[in-house]
């Protein structure tokens, strides 16, 4: 999977991060937190906080322990949830740790790490976009789960990652690392 961007409901604001495959034009929509969504996009634009994230702190600690965070893995979709997996290869063993799937893509984009899904997750939740679908402006429900599936493409084929990263600043009014600041303890 590559990771295709970060969307905000155009309505409800909830943060969605988009994988998409990289054979095929399918896209997996992953509901996230606010937190985590800042925390994808800040890595994304390039911007680094002046103390480290936890993200960052993850990442420190797995390089000072001399691993190397591999790949992430969204594993299932259970109940509404998704779940992944962080492999860790240190000293030539190879680490499966559970971890939600926005923690698993936000330290993913800081360690340049694969990002997989598992094909049953893919075929039962992806969105396939298919060249020659009509142009649309961004879907204006409150929950894009609730959408009939055409229209959930369309939305993916207009919105680009500058969309999406200028669509946080605009709809919470902040810069993404000034609420990464705000929203860890």
């Keep these: 999977m590559t990771l295709y961007g970060v969307s ?7 943060p969605i991060v988009l994988l998409k495959t990289v ?6 929509p992953i509901w996230i937190g606010q937190a985590e969504a800042a925390a994808i996009l800040m890595r994304l634009q390039g911007a680094t906080p002046q103390r480290p994230m936890t993200h960052d702190l993850m990442s420190d600690v797995v390089s000072e322990l001399k691993g190397e965070v591999v790949r992430v893995t969204v ?8 779940f992944a ?3 860790i290869v240190q000293d030539g063993n190879e680490l499966e740790i559970d971890a939600r799937p926005s923690d698993a893509i936000a330290l993913a984009v800081r360690c340049d790490a694969q990002i997989f899904a598992a094909d049953d997750v893919v075929d039962e939740s992806s969105i396939e976009f298919q060249a020659g679908d009509e142009e649309a402006s961004l879907v204006t429900a ?9 229209e959930f493409r369309q939305f993916i084929e207009t919105v680009t990652p500058e969309e999406f990263a200028s669509s946080l600043e ?14 860890e303890d």
């Design 8 to 14: 905000f409901e155009p309505i409800g604001k909830q």
């Design 23 to 28: 054979d095929e034009d399918r896209f997996l």
């Design 75 to 82: 594993t299932e979709l259970r109940e509404n949830t998704y």
């Design 85 to 87: 997996r962080i492999t």
């Design 142 to 150: 409150s929950n894009l789960a609730d959408l009939d599936p055409e």
């Design 170 to 183: 605009e709809e919470l009014g902040e810069e993404p690392e000034e609420l990464e600041d705000d929203d």
